[in-house]
């Protein structure tokens, strides 16, 4: 009896509990309704787009050319500067008045334009070589010198200026006193005329002359040219470019300045 009373006692007390329970919970108020509406919703700040800046486009990069190479002179003429002191032209038409050189000491104490002196005595030892006797006879003269010579030729043709013109220089027209020019012989060849074309060394010379920048400054069949006659021992200095195309196309050195003007 005291086991039955006891467990209607508990079952009562749970009831209790359950009821107890539901009530709590239905005193208990609503969640809240966290949604808010349209009108209370801030949209964030979204930052308006940059507008984009129109790039100058970058210049495109010159093409690299290839220089076209210098046309080559007409005719096939050097490139040279003629006004250079190595293409001084001396002659009846153009005096160079008292003019002198820049001077070095050669063999026989001759004198010669300093400039081109190597060249001469690199010539004239080249002959020597080849097994040949050279004499120079002549290389730089003064002013002075060639008047002295010039009226001495004047008296032997009896006063006939234009024939020794034709055979020594008028003082200030001789290519001697350019400083540019020698006359070479055979030292056991005493003459100095036309004849000298014969011997061994002249036929030497004037075959190698243009490799050490030297001409045959009169040569035969250009007298009226040069107003000279033919002088197969005088040789002038013009450097080794106009040289070889003065002896290779046979012009005297009046022809061959003329091509410039």
């Given amino acids: 009896m005291a086991k039955k009373i006891l467990f209607a006692v508990l079952v009562l007390a749970l009831a209790a509990v359950l009821v107890f329970?539901?009530?709590?919970?239905?005193?208990?108020?609503?969640?809240?309704?966290?949604?808010?509406?349209?009108?209370?919703?801030?949209?964030?700040?979204?930052?308006?787009?940059t507008p984009e800046v129109e790039k100058t486009p970058e210049p495109m990069p010159e093409?690299?050319?290839?220089?076209?190479?210098?046309?080559?002179?007409?005719?096939?003429?050097?490139?040279?500067?003629?006004?250079?002191?190595?293409?001084?032209?001396?002659?009846?038409?153009?005096?160079?008045?008292?003019?002198?050189?820049?001077?070095?000491?050669?063999?026989?104490?001759?004198?010669?334009?300093s400039r081109a002196l190597a060249q001469l005595e690199q010539f004239i030892a080249a002959a020597r070589d080849a097994g040949h006797s050279v004499f120079l006879s002549s290389a730089y003269r003064s002013y002075s010198e060639q008047e002295y010579l010039f009226n001495r030729k004047v008296s032997q043709y009896g006063g006939n200026e234009a024939v020794a013109a034709t055979i020594v220089a008028r003082p200030g027209?001789?290519?001697?006193?350019?400083?540019?020019?020698c006359d070479i012989t055979d030292r056991y060849y005493e003459l100095k005329d036309a004849s000298l074309e014969n011997t061994a060394l002249f036929k030497w010379m004037s075959e190698h002359c243009a490799e050490?920048?030297?001409?045959?400054?009169?040569?035969?069949?250009?007298?009226?040219?040069?107003?000279?006659?033919?002088?197969?021992?005088?040789?002038?200095?013009?450097?080794?470019?106009?040289?070889?195309?003065?002896?290779?196309?046979?012009?005297?050195?009046?022809?061959?300045?003329?091509?410039?003007?």
């Fill in 212 to 261: 050490f920048g030297f001409i045959l400054r009169y040569p035969s069949g250009k007298e009226e040219i040069t107003g000279v006659i033919y002088e197969p021992w005088h040789f002038r200095y013009v450097g080794v470019e106009a040289a070889t195309y003065i002896v290779e196309n046979d012009l005297c050195l009046e022809e061959f300045l003329a091509f410039y003007e």
């Fill in 63 to 113: 093409p690299t050319l290839t220089p076209e190479p210098e046309p080559e002179p007409e005719n096939g003429l050097p490139d040279i500067d003629i006004s250079s002191w190595e293409y001084l032209l001396v002659n009846a038409e153009h005096s160079i008045g008292d003019y002198v050189p820049e001077l070095s000491a050669l063999e026989g104490g001759h004198l010669f334009d």
């Fill in 173 to 181: 027209t001789s290519e001697h006193q350019s400083g540019l020019s």
């Fill in 21 to 49: 329970v539901l009530i709590s919970r239905q005193k208990q108020p609503s969640s809240p309704d966290y949604r808010s509406s349209e009108s209370e919703i801030v949209s964030p700040s979204v930052p308006s787009p």
